[in-house]
């Protein structure tokens, strides 16, 4: 049975995200930062500047998507930018990849977004 749960990332949610966001930039070749990593997502969460997505699995943090608004001028509409996308190695092949996507296009369409873009 399937007990992979997605939801908006929290305050609390912050040490566990810190270390899958430490390994995602180790993973594009960047040096361990777990400080750095911390203090980004910290940011990032407490001004608004991107919405995060965490995937848990047995309740642990197995991998998590971070979404940046844009806005279309000509549009006059908000957009999604999907920046991120990481899934712990051990957890991989499992569905947690397309979870994470279909969560944050829900999101999207919820939040009443014209659309997401994929950086």
């Known amino acids: 049975m399937d007990d992979t749960t997605i939801s908006r990332a929290g305050p609390a949610d912050l040490d566990a995200l810190a ?3 430490d ?3 180790q993973f ?3 040096p361990s930062d777990l400080p750095l990593a911390r203090q980004w997502l910290r940011e990032r969460l407490r ?3 991107s919405v995060v997505l ?3 699995r047995a309740g642990t943090a197995v991998g998590f998507v971070q979404l940046y608004p844009m806005f ?3 549009c006059t509409a908000k957009t999604w930018i999907l920046n991120d996308l990481y899934v712990d190695a051990a957890a991989r092949r ?3 990849a397309r979870a994470l996507l279909e ?3 829900k999101f999207a369409r919820e939040d009443g977004a014209m659309g997401i873009s994929l950086e």
Do not use: D, H, K, T
Request: charged share 10%.
């Open 94 to 96: 499992g569905g947690i």
């Open 103 to 105: 969560a944050a296009a």
């Open 72 to 74: 279309s001028s000509v």
């Open 28 to 30: 594009y070749q960047q």
């Open 47 to 49: 001004f608004g500047e």
């Open 19 to 21: 270390q899958l966001f």
């Open 54 to 56: 965490v995937a848990r």
């Open 23 to 25: 390994a995602y930039r």
